[in-house]
């Protein structure tokens, strides 16, 4: 017969325990430090990457600029090309109230800048022919880093001829409109110049540079929309026409066969 096993006491059992909990810390904390040590790895590597990107994006943006040049000269044998675009892109047509559109049919090239670290900001250059709204030949806008760090905005100084700043114009109609109806004009394109509240985030100036200037054709070449519904409207008029015919035929063979 063999002999009984040996009772453990409540006091070796909480003593192993105790040891298996240190074990268990002591292997957390060493696999924490080893995930630091990874991760440092990643970011250097993450760093890395950056700086190589950088140097790529610099690399193709200076051998964009032959080509946006050329686009530039096409472009503007094309009358209304940039009003059109604006008008036919979601986002800036929002914008838009009916004088800025007149306004804009004097805009005849849009160039978009990024500065040579490309990282540190950009600039959108407006070129205006003589028109009834303001002196300027160009406006501009400027997205850059300040000395602390922080994103900032400047622009040109909007030189508006007398009775014509739409800036102050938009915000009368508004009330005007207010009063009278619901649906307001939006507040003036030009505003936008004005505006450095947030530069950071400034979405106008990210949709132009980022959505827009890398290829206007596709919103230049947007369909009317209002065209559209018209054809659709023409054609069913022709069908029904057709139809029309068709049951005037068929009523006069019906005559005929009596």
């Known amino acids: 017969m063999s002999a009984p ?3 453990v006491s409540k006091k070796e059992l909480n003593s192993n325990h105790d040891g298996a909990d240190e074990t268990s810390e002591k292997e957390q904390q060493e696999a924490i430090e080893h995930i630091d040590e990874v991760q440092n790895e990643i970011d250097r590597l993450n760093e890395q990457a950056s700086e190589e990107i ?3 994006e610099q690399k193709y943006n200076k051998l964009r600029q032959p080509f946006f040049q050329k686009r530039s000269e096409l472009i503007a044998k094309i009358p209304n090309f940039w009003v059109t675009t604006f008008v036919n892109h979601p986002q800036v047509s929002a914008l838009l109230g009916e004088e800025d559109e007149e ?7 849009v160039e978009v800048t990024e500065f040579e670290d490309i990282k540190s900001g950009y600039r959108i250059d407006f070129y205006f022919d003589e028109n009834p709204y303001f002196e300027n ?8 880093l300040n000395e602390s760090g922080d994103p900032s905005s400047k622009s040109t100084e909007i030189k508006w ?14 009330n005007k409109a207010s009063r009278k109806r619901q649906h307001e004009e939006p507040e003036s394109f030009f505003t936008w110049f004005t505006d ?19 290829n206007p054709l596709q919103y ?3 369909p009317d929309m209002d065209d559209e519904e018209g ?28």
């Open 231 to 258: 054809e659709g409207e023409e054609e069913d008029d022709d069908d029904e026409e057709e139809e029309g015919l068709e049951d005037i035929d068929e009523e006069g063979d019906e005559d005929e066969g009596r």
């Open 5 to 7: 096993a040996a009772k």
């Open 103 to 109: 306004a804009l049919h004097y805009l005849t090239r």
């Open 196 to 214: 450095h509240s947030d530069a950071g985030a400034d979405e106008l100036g990210e949709v132009i540079k980022d959505d827009i200037w890398p």
């Open 161 to 174: 001829k007398s009775g014509k700043d739409l800036t102050k114009r938009s915000s009368q109609t508004q």
């Open 54 to 56: 950088l140097k790529v």
């Open 137 to 144: 030949k160009v406006l501009s806008k400027e997205f850059h």
């Open 220 to 222: 230049y070449l947007v």
